[in-house]
């Protein structure tokens, strides 16, 4: 299989090895609760970033494009930036019942989002390689909400210092700095927001 694989694969790989370390930073840190663990979790989501932005850049530049490449992208991306960033902030102290259906709620909006993109791209890039803009925001975008765990986390205000606080609805709680989560799967899968693709 490696063998049909593209140079921009490799650097695809690395964007989900990123998130998948991400994920097992997040589990370390709930079992020793060594801050610096879920801090290590953050720093690795903007590095998958990079990978995600050279992925893209390596295959126009070598102009090798494929069917595989996408779907390898995409996948990279749910891990990367729809799971990890759900799971950092259930690890950051976000787990109330309403804060893990709005995670997951998240998450179904990223796959949502790559699904749709995936189904669309090509009548969206005109025939070309590229796409000319997203439909609504980018699941990479969630690296913003990785950095507001990131600064609390530096802060020491994670777990029952959580920023904000939480209420109780019902059967279960809601921290309300899970709403940003929510706001960010809402707009991913919005069809009226269109931003250019760089």
Same mark, same amino acid.
């Given at each position: 299989?490696? /063998?049909?694989?593209?140079?921009?694969? *490799?650097?695809?790989?690395?964007?989900?090895?990123?998130?998948?370390? !991400?994920? *097992?930073? #997040?589990?370390?840190?709930?079992?020793?609760?060594?801050?610096?663990?879920?801090?290590?979790?953050?720093?690795?989501i903007?590095?998958a970033?990079?990978?995600?932005?050279?992925?893209?850049?390596?295959? /126009?530049?070598?102009?090798?494009?494929?069917?595989?490449?996408?779907?390898?992208?995409?996948? %990279?991306?749910?891990?990367?930036?729809?799971?990890?960033?759900?799971?950092?902030?259930?690890?950051?102290?976000m787990?109330?019942?309403?804060?893990?259906a709005?995670?997951?709620?998240?998450?179904?909006?990223?796959?949502?989002?790559? %699904?749709?993109f995936? #189904?669309?791209?090509?009548?969206?890039?005109?025939?070309? %390689?590229?796409?000319?803009?997203?439909?609504?925001?980018?699941?990479?975008?969630?690296?913003?909400?990785?950095?507001?765990?990131?600064?609390?986390?530096? !802060?020491?205000?994670?777990?029952?210092?959580?920023?904000?606080?939480?209420?109780?609805?019902?059967?279960?709680?809601?921290h309300?700095?899970?709403?940003?989560?929510?706001?960010?799967?809402?707009?991913?899968?919005?069809?009226?927001?269109?931003?250019?693709?760089?």
């Open positions: 299989m490696l /063998r049909g694989f593209h140079l921009a694969d *490799f650097f695809t790989l690395a964007n989900a090895a990123c998130g998948t370390i !991400a994920l *097992f930073l #997040v589990i370390a840190y709930v079992e020793t609760g060594d801050v610096r663990r879920l801090l290590g979790a953050t720093a690795l903007p590095v970033l990079a990978f995600d932005v050279l992925d893209g850049r390596v295959a /126009r530049w070598r102009r090798k494009h494929s069917v595989l490449g996408r779907e390898l992208d995409s996948l %990279a991306d749910v891990i990367s930036f729809g799971v990890a960033p759900a799971v950092i902030a259930y690890g950051a102290g787990r109330g019942l309403w804060d893990q709005i995670l997951v709620y998240f998450v179904a909006c990223g796959v949502s989002r790559l %699904a749709r995936n #189904v669309t791209a090509e009548d969206l890039s005109a025939g070309g %390689a590229k796409v000319a803009y997203f439909e609504g925001t980018p699941i990479p975008s969630s690296v913003v909400l990785v950095g507001v765990v990131a600064a609390l986390a530096w !802060a020491g205000r994670v777990g029952d210092a959580l920023v904000l606080g939480a209420v109780q609805l019902g059967p279960g709680q809601l309300l700095l899970t709403l940003l989560w929510a706001v960010s799967g809402s707009l991913m899968i919005s069809k009226t927001i269109r931003i250019p693709k760089i």
